[in-house]
Nanobody, 123 residues
Framework: QVQLVESGGGLVQAGGSLRLSCAAS????????MGWYRQAPGKQRELVAG???????NYADSVKGRFTISRDNAKNTVYLQMNSLKPEDTAVYYC?????????????????WGQGTQVTVSS
């Protein structure tokens, strides 16, 4: 089994910063892309930022220049540094990872999700 455990959410004033972390654990052979998504009340889940195993990154236009995604492959962990936060960044943030794992004696690529962490930005 594989688990993604997020941490670092909370309440912050507009203009402040937060750093989210997501650690993958369990029967992991290797990890491909990792990313952060968010879902605000009444809205669809959207991609915030993604990072490949080689370190290439992509960002939603709404967070470019404010958020930075990074990963530590030795720790199977992905981070999201969020600066200059705005009230519209308020959402539940989910970690996502494409992980090669061994199931039934075969190698399988599975898309895993974390449980989500709340980020609230007050004005």
């Amino acid at each position: 089994q594989v688990q993604l455990v997020e941490s670092g959410g909370g309440l912050v004033q507009a203009g402040g910063s937060l750093r989210l972390s997501c650690a993958a654990s369990g029967s992991i052979l290797s990890i491909n892309a990792m990313g952060w998504y968010r879902q605000a009340p009444g809205k669809q889940r959207e991609l915030v930022a993604g990072i490949t195993s080689g370190g290439s990154t992509n960002y939603a236009d709404s967070v470019k220049g404010r958020f930075t995604i990074s990963r530590d492959n030795a720790k199977n962990t992905v981070y999201l540094q969020m600066n200059s936060l705005k009230p519209e960044d308020t959402a539940v943030y989910y970690c996502n990872a494409d992980i090669y794992t061994c199931q039934a004696k075969s190698v399988t690529l599975i898309d895993y999700w974390g449980q989500g962490t709340q980020v609230t930005v007050s004005s």
